[in-house]
């Protein structure tokens, strides 16, 4: 078998606008960004910079009147910009799937978790039924639901919101995609299950070797599991590298402005020390709801 081609996602001038009153809004203005195989790639940038467009836009997920242009907005070889809308279908949720800041949100609530996790089994691999509940559940034992079985049967609103997460983690690494997306997974949890659900993002993503795009505000997580980090600003990428170039030699001013924001970015040296110092703690919340 070939060695897989190293570049898994490639953009290039990606350009995303929206209709305004002032003519077009060029919300991504010209991205250019590049994924390889089991790669973890952050993307930060203020509030309003344009990342989420850019995350939604490689996932064929952008709404008209928006509309996503690129000069090479390839997947692992395949044109995302060409295919139809039914090959689209086809390849998210199994090739690249997002993980959401709200799950309230992405997952629909009035079907059982356990559905919602067996749906992605039988779309994707044509499984019956009973088989494809069985993989949920299991499924969900392993994201670290406790009493999977059970809880398999409960609406959203009946869980917790790191439970929640979870199972939309869950979701998204059920066919191991080779590429996530996740917009800020976390940010709606508390700090201490901020990490928990962080620990077992990565836990997961380090089984399937699914690289990962991840965007997030939290440049103290980003030291801890980021092997390259795109700084975006105003829809346009003002600087990436690794971890060392990015925390320790910023090139660019903003970067700059954005790091001295964070009160402890030069603390950490050791990028996973954080992470795996909450990997003890990482079944206590199944225990209290
Ligand atoms: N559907 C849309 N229609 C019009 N404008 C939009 C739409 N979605 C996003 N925008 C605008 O595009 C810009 C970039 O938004 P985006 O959501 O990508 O920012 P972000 O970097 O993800 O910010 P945050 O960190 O707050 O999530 C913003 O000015 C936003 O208002
Ligand atoms: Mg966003």
Request: hydrophobic fraction near 45%; charge should be negative; include cysteine.
């Amino acid at each position: 078998m070939n060695a897989p081609e190293p570049e898994l996602l490639v953009v290039r001038n990606l350009v995303t606008t929206f209709p305004s009153d002032k003519g077009e809004f060029r919300a991504v203005d010209g991205v250019d960004l590049s994924i390889r195989h089991g790669e973890v790639v952050c993307l930060v940038g203020e509030s309003g910079s344009g990342k989420s467009v850019t995350g939604f836009s490689i996932m064929g997920l952008i709404d008209k009147p928006g509309k996503v242009t690129a000069d090479t907005l390839s997947f692992d070889g395949l044109d995302l910009l060409g295919i139809s809308e039914a090959g689209f279908d086809r390849l998210r949720g199994r090739r690249i799937a997002m993980v959401f800041q709200e799950p309230m949100t992405a997952l629909n609530p009035g079907r059982t978790v356990g559905n919602q996790i067996a749906e992605v089994f039988r779309v994707h691999e044509r499984i019956g039924a009973r088989q494809a509940w069985e993989r949920a559940v299991e499924l969900m034992d392993q994201v670290g639901i406790r009493e999977a079985a059970k809880r398999a049967n409960a609406f959203p609103h009946e869980l917790s919101g790191g439970m929640r997460q979870r199972v939309m983690i869950a979701i998204a690494f059920a066919m191991k995609p080779d590429l996530i997306i996740a917009d800020e997974p976390t940010t709606a949890l508390d700090v201490t299950l901020q990490a928990q659900v962080l620990e077992l993002l990565f836990s997961i993503q380090a089984q399937t070797g699914s690289a990962v795009l991840f965007i997030t505000h939290d440049l103290g997580v980003v030291a801890e599991i980021a092997d390259r980090v795109v700084v975006m600003r105003q829809g346009a990428i003002v600087e990436q590298g690794d971890v060392e170039q990015i925390f320790f030699n910023p090139a660019d001013p903003y970067t700059r402005a954005l790091l001295a924001a964070v009160p402890d970015v030069d603390a950490p040296r050791d990028p996973r020390r954080r992470l795996s110092a909450v990997a003890h703690a990482d079944t206590m919340e199944a225990g209290h709801d």
